[in-house]
């Protein structure tokens, strides 16, 4: 009996780590935030594990302050994506009809618009651009292809015959809708949640790199900006520019580790249930 | 005194396609029939005559194009979800496939107490979810309420959903060919059960079917369908002792009957199924 | 000479449970021209059965053992381009839902040309779009379906196309494989009356598979019925239509409600078909038997071939009448 997979498992200790990094890190990080004493553009070192910056910034705890940011963004956002995607994808698939249709057409529109060019124009018309604005900005802005996702896999499930036994037995919509197909659709939320969190963290590192982020906080995001807009490839800085990328690389990689185990787990729990479909 | 259903002058037409290329298939034309309390009447007919449509109009799960449904004299409503649950605690449906009517990721357990919630069952639910499932022949009901759907036979799967619109306590079933789809000796057992469900509950029983035979077992008046209408009513000896309509005399000419004497095969028949409506 | 004779087939089957042997030692024969039915519910092996005297067994199902001698030829040794040669020339199969496979996209006369040509390239165009027209006439099909789609004909006329194609190269047996399942009861009677009026002509032999008993017994010679992998009664009609003498047989011709005679409640058969991976000890239907006697569980029953047919039941001992 395989109660443990390894991609579960090497996910569960990436995300674990960085969660904890994110909880705790800024407690236990060598320096605090915005300790600007030390030289500039020093290697990376024993008393700096990742050298500093350009304003004389230990990238080493900069790295560790950003997690918990990048992570809460990624995750909330991600979050949000993932309730409103199910939300109008499910609605939509089990609702047929003009309704329905006109509203995937408007899904459809939006979906042509480059989305990082949507997050830009929303984010200018917010009056502050803090990390929950941040949030809100992917947040609403990302459900488009899950709701489309979702809603193909509604449109399927709602032909079979399940649906129709438990209208047979008085069930409303809304009960079917969340007690007999949303369980189902499971696996493919789980895809999504996997695949709009991973891109909420780098929604958030372009947005932060394109200088619309909140510039008083710290994340993966603004960590690379502020290396760019520092010139740092020029002065060879390795230390600050590569690992802002390797760490948002990590929790991606982690993240659909661990919800690619999730998955297997699940499919094996459930045996040959969906064998003969 | 009227009956207790009464289907009067119901029709279903099926349009299919978007704007100019827009089809109708008349799948049920202006059926009409009655119904006691106690009684069962088989629907009998081959594929394309409607009557699975219109099984599923009298349980409501496809709106009539026109006509009325009535029971006991008033006209059946399920516009509010109020009246779709009163509705349903009046006729509930068996189906043909029943893998497909269960949800592959619910357990015995949940499929039946779904039901009982819903119909605000006030008792001890998981009790008489047992109770329901050692009613229709699977005991230990104990280990049946942890399976799947993947993990039971065809006719035991075919007996949780009959303990499942047993749960609802409903004055009547309608059956779609619910062992079409079962090995005969499977299927005759099921059949058995429903009859002494009937009896136990005085249930009204509505048996949709192919098969003359199985519906001269099953009920005590049969209509005969062809092509959405109604060809042939009747008790149901009669009908098979001396039918009228050449349809019906058709069918049971073709019908293969073992105790029946006969020395050779019957010359080909001239009709055949009709082609596909054109697409 | 029989045309067909099975002896003592085994076709077993690799599973992620284990091996387990759908058609355990199963023994028939088919004379020229004979009308043999094989009967029995899901998991009998009678499928398997027709598959392997085809020789269309999907891996991880394999022949492990017994022989099919056909025409005097032994079908096992041969190598399957030697097989090729003999399939559809000699014994045609019509499988379940043929008429679905039919190709889609060619039109039914292509279909048909293509299957003469390929088994007599001597013909010309010319020829074999005559003799595919001939063909469809046998079966009661006007020559202009020759042009149509098999999505333009509906179930009946599609399976009888599917006859036709079999009967072409005038075989001397054709497996028909569950052909009127999914057709309702006034067409299936149409197609099985016209293989009876075929086979009177031609001469060929059917070797007919369903679970439809009563169906068989219409128009069969014999019937062949066959229980979790075995064979345990073989029968004529008439000794079937007195009630057959496996108790398995009794209690499936006790599963068909009838048209005629008194309305009783019919009993059936108690109980579910065994696991083949692991059968259980003695006779394979001993548990749900009602006639069982001791040695049922323990001893499997022994193979009696006697006037009367083949029978497989301890109830009707070696040399001795049934109790």
Same mark, same amino acid.
């Given at each position: 009996?395989?109660?443990?997979?390894?991609?579960?498992?090497a %996910?569960?200790?990436?995300i674990?780590?960085m969660?904890?990094?994110?909880?705790?890190?800024?407690?236990?990080?060598?320096?605090?935030?915005?300790?600007?004493?030390f030289?500039?553009?020093?290697?990376?070192?024993?008393?700096?594990? @990742?050298?500093?910056?350009?304003?004389?910034?230990?990238?080493?705890?900069?790295?560790?302050?950003?997690?918990?940011?990048?992570?809460?963004?990624? #995750?909330l956002?991600?979050?949000?994506?993932?309730v409103?995607?199910?939300?109008?994808?499910?609605?939509? %698939?089990?609702?047929?009809?003009?309704?329905?249709?006109?509203l995937?057409?408007?899904v459809?529109l939006?979906?042509?618009l480059? @989305?990082l =060019?949507?997050m830009?124009?929303?984010?200018?018309?917010?009056?502050?651009?803090?990390?929950?604005?941040?949030?809100?900005?992917?947040?609403?802005?990302?459900?488009?292809?899950? +709701?489309?996702?979702?809603?193909?896999?509604?449109?399927?499930?709602r032909?079979?015959?399940?649906?129709?036994?438990?209208?047979?037995?008085?069930?409303?919509?809304?009960?079917?809708?969340?007690?007999?197909?949303?369980?189902?659709?499971?696996?493919?939320?789980?895809?999504?949640?996997?695949?709009?969190?991973?891109?909420?963290?780098?929604?958030?590192?372009?947005?932060?790199?394109?200088?619309?982020?909140?510039?008083?906080?710290?994340?993966?995001?603004?960590?690379?900006?502020? =290396?760019?807009t520092?010139? +740092?490839?020029?002065?060879? =800085?390795?230390?600050?520019?590569?690992?802002?990328?390797? =760490?948002?690389? #990590?929790?991606?990689?982690?993240?659909i @580790?661990?919800g690619?185990?999730?998955?297997?787990q699940?499919?094996?729990?459930?045996?040959?249930?969906?064998?003969?479909? | 005194?009227?009956?207790?259903?009464?289907?009067?002058r119901?029709?279903k037409?099926?349009?299919?396609?978007?704007l100019?290329r827009?089809?109708?298939?008349?799948?049920?034309?202006?059926?009409?029939?009655a119904?006691?309390?106690?009684e069962a009447?088989?629907?009998?007919?081959?594929?394309g005559?409607?009557?699975?449509?219109?099984?599923?109009?009298?349980?409501?799960?496809?709106?009539?194009t026109s006509?009325?449904?009535?029971?006991? /004299?008033?006209?059946?409503?399920?516009?509010?979800?109020?009246?779709?649950?009163?509705?349903? $605690?009046?006729?509930?449906?068996?189906?043909?496939?029943?893998?497909?009517?269960?949800?592959?990721?619910?357990?015995?357990?949940?499929?039946?107490?779904?039901?009982?919630?819903?119909?605000?069952y006030?008792?001890?639910?998981?009790?008489?979810?047992?109770?329901?499932?050692?009613?229709v022949?699977l005991?230990?009901?104990?280990?049946?309420?942890? $399976?799947?759907?993947?993990?039971?036979? /065809? /006719?035991?799967?075919?007996?949780?959903?009959?303990?499942?619109?047993?749960?609802?306590?409903?004055?009547?079933?309608?059956?779609?060919?619910?062992?079409?789809m079962?090995?005969?000796?499977?299927?005759?057992?099921?059949?058995?059960?429903?009859?002494d469900?009937?009896?136990?509950?005085?249930?009204?029983?509505?048996?949709?079917?192919?098969?003359?035979?199985?519906?001269?077992?099953?009920?005590?008046?049969?209509?005969?369908?062809?092509?959405g209408?109604?060809?042939?009513?009747?008790?149901?000896?009669?009908?098979? /002792?001396?039918?009228?309509?050449?349809?019906? $005399?058709?069918?049971?000419?073709?019908?293969?009957?073992?105790?029946?004497?006969?020395?050779?095969?019957?010359?080909?028949?001239a009709?055949?199924?009709?082609?596909p409506?054109?697409? | 000479?029989?045309?067909?004779?099975?002896?003592?087939?085994?076709?077993?089957?690799?599973?992620?449970?284990?091996?387990?042997?759908?058609?355990?030692?199963?023994?028939?024969?088919?004379?020229?021209?004979?009308?043999?039915?094989?009967?029995?519910?899901?998991?009998?092996?009678?499928s398997?059965?027709?598959?392997?005297?085809?020789?269309?067994?999907? *891996?991880?199902?394999?022949?492990?053992?017994?022989?099919?001698?056909?025409?005097?030829?032994?079908?096992?040794?041969?190598?399957?381009?030697?097989?090729?040669r003999?399939?559809?020339?000699?014994?045609?199969?019509?499988?379940?839902?043929?008429?679905s496979?039919?190709?889609?996209?060619?039109?039914?006369?292509?279909?048909?040309?293509?299957?003469?040509?390929?088994? !007599?390239?001597?013909?010309?165009?010319?020829?074999?779009?005559?003799e595919?027209?001939?063909?469809?006439e046998?079966v009661?099909?006007?020559?202009?379906?020759?042009?149509?789609?098999?999505?333009?004909?509906?179930?009946?006329m599609?399976?009888?196309?599917?006859i036709?194609?079999?009967?072409?190269?005038?075989?001397?047996?054709?497996?028909?494989?569950?052909?009127?399942?999914?057709l309702?009861?006034?067409?299936?009677?149409?197609?099985?009356?016209?293989?009876?009026?075929?086979? !009177?002509?031609?001469?060929?032999?059917v070797?007919?598979?369903?679970?439809?008993?009563p169906?068989?017994?219409e128009?069969?010679?014999?019937?062949?019925?066959?229980?979790?992998?075995?064979?345990?009664?073989?029968?004529?009609?008439?000794?079937?239509?007195?009630?057959?003498?496996?108790?398995?047989?009794q209690g499936?011709?006790?599963?068909?409600p009838?048209?005629?005679?008194?309305?009783?409640?019919?009993k059936?058969i108690?109980?579910?078909? *065994?696991?083949?991976?692991?059968?259980?000890?003695?006779?394979?239907?001993?548990?749900?038997?009602?006639?069982?006697?001791p040695?049922?569980?323990?001893a499997?029953?022994?193979?009696?071939?006697?006037?009367?047919?083949f029978?497989?039941c301890?109830?009707?001992?070696q040399g001795?009448?049934?109790?």
């Amino acid at each position: 009996m395989k109660k443990w997979n390894a991609k579960l498992a090497a %996910g569960l200790a990436i995300i674990a780590v960085m969660a904890f990094v994110a909880l705790f890190g800024p407690y236990a990080a060598p320096y605090k935030m915005n300790d600007i004493r030390f030289e500039p553009w020093l290697h990376p070192s024993f008393r700096h594990l @990742l050298g500093t910056d350009s304003y004389g910034q230990d990238v080493f705890s900069q790295l560790i302050y950003g997690t918990r940011t990048s992570f809460l963004v990624g #995750l909330l956002a991600g979050l949000m994506t993932t309730v409103i995607g199910v939300a109008v994808g499910l609605t939509a %698939g089990f609702y047929r009809g003009w309704a329905s249709d006109g509203l995937m057409f408007i899904v459809d529109l939006l979906l042509i618009l480059p @989305l990082l =060019a949507l997050m830009i124009i929303m984010a200018a018309f917010l009056p502050q651009m803090g990390v929950a604005n941040i949030i809100l900005v992917i947040g609403l802005l990302s459900w488009l292809h899950m +709701a489309r996702s979702i809603r193909s896999q509604t449109l399927s499930e709602r032909q079979r015959g399940y649906v129709e036994a438990a209208k047979g037995i008085g069930m409303s919509n809304l009960s079917i809708m969340v007690k007999e197909i949303l369980p189902n659709l499971f696996p493919i939320i789980l895809a999504n949640l996997v695949s709009v969190t991973t891109q909420a963290v780098l929604a958030e590192a372009g947005l932060s790199f394109l200088g619309i982020g909140d510039p008083k906080s710290v994340s993966w995001g603004t960590i690379l900006s502020l =290396a760019f807009t520092n010139n +740092a490839i020029m002065f060879d =800085a390795w230390w600050w520019i590569i690992p802002p990328g390797i =760490a948002m690389a #990590l929790f991606c990689f982690g993240f659909i @580790l661990l919800g690619n185990g999730v998955l297997e787990q699940y499919r094996f729990k459930r045996g040959a249930s969906r064998q003969f479909t | 005194m009227s009956a207790w259903l009464e289907v009067h002058r119901v029709s279903k037409t099926f349009a299919s396609g978007v704007l100019f290329r827009r089809s109708r298939h008349e799948a049920v034309r202006d059926v009409s029939f009655a119904l006691q309390s106690g009684e069962a009447l088989a629907i009998v007919g081959q594929s394309g005559s409607g009557k699975s449509t219109l099984a599923r109009m009298i349980v409501g799960l496809i709106e009539p194009t026109s006509g009325e449904i009535m029971l006991r /004299g008033q006209p059946v409503r399920r516009r509010t979800a109020k009246e779709r649950l009163d509705a349903a $605690k009046r006729l509930q449906m068996i189906f043909q496939d029943p893998f497909e009517a269960m949800n592959p990721n619910q357990q015995v357990g949940t499929l039946i107490a779904r039901p009982l919630q819903l119909h605000g069952y006030e008792g001890d639910v998981r009790q008489r979810a047992l109770e329901l499932l050692r009613k229709v022949g699977l005991t230990p009901a104990e280990d049946f309420v942890s $399976k799947f759907p993947h993990q039971l036979s /065809g /006719g035991q799967r075919q007996r949780v959903m009959i303990a499942r619109a047993l749960a609802v306590e409903p004055e009547a079933i309608v059956a779609d060919e619910p062992t079409s789809m079962l090995d005969v000796s499977i299927g005759i057992d099921i059949m058995n059960l429903l009859l002494d469900l009937k009896d136990e509950f005085n249930l009204s029983l509505i048996w949709i079917t192919h098969n003359l035979a199985s519906a001269r077992y099953m009920a005590d008046r049969i209509m005969v369908m062809k092509d959405g209408s109604v060809v042939e009513t009747g008790d149901v000896e009669e009908v098979i /002792g001396r039918p009228r309509h050449p349809y019906t $005399k058709q069918l049971l000419l073709a019908s293969p009957d073992p105790r029946r004497e006969r020395a050779e095969p019957q010359a080909a028949s001239a009709a055949d199924s009709p082609a596909p409506p054109a697409r | 000479m029989a045309l067909l004779e099975v002896s003592d087939l085994q076709v077993q089957y690799e599973t992620v449970r284990g091996p387990f042997k759908a058609v355990d030692g199963v023994s028939f024969s088919i004379r020229r021209g004979e009308l043999f039915g094989l009967v029995g519910e899901s998991g009998c092996g009678k499928s398997t059965t027709a598959y392997a005297l085809s020789r269309l067994l999907k *891996p991880p199902a394999k022949v492990t053992g017994g022989s099919i001698a056909f025409d005097g030829r032994e079908l096992t040794a041969l190598s399957d381009a030697e097989f090729d040669r003999i399939r559809w020339s000699r014994i045609p199969i019509v499988l379940q839902n043929a008429m679905s496979n039919l190709n889609p996209v060619m039109r039914i006369g292509a279909q048909l040309i293509d299957v003469l040509q390929a088994h !007599r390239p001597k013909l010309t165009k010319a020829q074999a779009v005559a003799e595919a027209a001939r063909a469809l006439e046998l079966v009661d099909l006007p020559k202009e379906k020759l042009h149509r789609y098999p999505h333009e004909l509906s179930g009946g006329m599609r399976q009888r196309v599917v006859i036709a194609m079999a009967l072409l190269l005038k075989p001397d047996l054709i497996i028909m494989d569950e052909p009127t399942t999914a057709l309702d009861v006034i067409t299936q009677q149409g197609i099985v009356s016209k293989i009876v009026e075929l086979k !009177r002509e031609f001469g060929f032999a059917v070797l007919f598979i369903t679970h439809d008993l009563p169906l068989l017994l219409e128009f069969c010679d014999r019937v062949g019925v066959m229980y979790a992998g075995k064979m345990v009664e073989i029968s004529s009609r008439e000794e079937l239509l007195k009630g057959g003498r496996h108790p398995y047989t009794q209690g499936l011709l006790q599963s068909f409600p009838s048209l005629h005679g008194p309305k009783v409640r019919l009993k059936g058969i108690p109980g579910l078909p *065994p696991d083949l991976i692991s059968p259980p000890q003695g006779c394979r239907f001993q548990p749900r038997c009602g006639q069982a006697r001791p040695e049922c569980g323990v001893a499997s029953p022994g193979e009696r071939f006697d006037e009367k047919g083949f029978v497989s039941c301890h109830l009707y001992g070696q040399g001795g009448a049934a109790s």
